[in-house]
């Protein structure tokens, strides 16, 4: 069992420019395993140093990841197809950017946010009035949006900091919105058009594409049309489809990839990459 003043030892050695020195700090934390991380989460908060909360967030990782993966495993083998367990998906996958993250905080949330909406859909009989009160709620009472100032930030493909920043990717906007209509039971699904992942609502008289990066704004297959071929992508059908929960978990793994990749993260690319191998595994068997 540690003590807070080793970790902090730990944690000063870690700084040390002697590999010897780094070796040892990194055997004894392995040593000690996800025993340690509340110490360390403890610390981290309470740091102001920005570098020392980072450190401490990387040995985070390291000690956690391989429980999380085997988590991740188990709940692939239980199955993705359908929004509820597409969220728990993602709220497991969210630990891998904040490991000792309480996803139930986060269901809670979600909940909450479907309680303050439901009274205003209780009366209302037309689909499409539904679907648009409920895009006016998530991207304008709540303000979600998108990040434009720094679209390829890891934060922005977290559901738990999505929720808290209220901003992120098209597809972690989209997440928000179809796990708070799955809670109202209103017909929220993913798109996953390329280059820029879209809303679908599948009423029983029409089929409405929405975009989350845009307010939740009503847009035509044509636009989408236009879209693609001005971003040099050849639209075809299946690009408009509503898409399998298993495979928009896949695409949230290969955002984040690819925003590590660009902050030239190759730890955390490479550990995505075993979570990403875990999904092919499961759709092949």
Do not use: W
């Not at 009503?218 to 690009?239: A, G, I, M």
């Not at 898409?243 to 995505?272: K, Q």
């Amino acid at each position: 069992m540690s003590t807070r003043s080793e970790i902090e030892s730990l944690m000063f050695l870690m700084e040390d420019p002697d590999p010897f020195v780094q070796e040892q700090v990194h055997l004894r934390f392995q040593e000690l395993g996800e025993q340690a991380v509340p110490l360390l989460d403890q610390i981290r908060v309470e740091s102001k140093d920005k570098d020392e909360k980072k450190r401490i967030k990387d040995v985070l990782h390291q000690l956690t990841f391989e429980t999380l993966k085997e988590e991740f495993a188990e709940l692939l083998s239980e199955g993705i197809q359908n929004r509820s367990q597409l969220e728990k998906a993602v709220l497991l996958l969210a630990r891998f950017g904040n490991p000792t993250l309480r996803t139930s905080e986060y269901v809670k949330t979600l909940d909450h946010f479907a309680d303050m909406i439901r009274p205003s859909l209780r009366y209302k009989r037309n689909e499409r009035d539904k679907m648009q009160i409920l895009m006016k709620f998530i991207f304008e009472d709540l303000n979600f949006k998108g990040d434009n100032k720094n679209y390829h930030d890891p934060a922005n493909g977290f559901l738990d900091q999505v929720i808290d920043r209220r901003k992120g990717l098209p597809i972690a906007l989209s997440l928000v919105a179809m796990f708070i209509a799955r809670r109202l039971q209103l017909p929220v699904f993913g798109v996953n058009m390329p280059i820029h992942f879209m809303l679908t609502f599948v009423g029983a008289q029409e089929e409405q594409l929405i975009d989350p990066y845009d307010q939740g704004a009503e847009v035509s297959y044509d636009q989408c049309y236009f879209f693609l071929k001005k971003n040099n992508v050849t639209p075809r059908p299946e690009h408009f489809k509503m898409a399998a929960d298993i495979d928009i978990l896949t695409r949230c793994i290969r955002n984040l990839m690819h925003s590590y990749e660009r902050s030239e993260d190759a730890h955390r690319v490479e550990d995505l990459k075993n979570l990403l191998a875990l999904v092919e595994q499961s759709t092949a068997s």
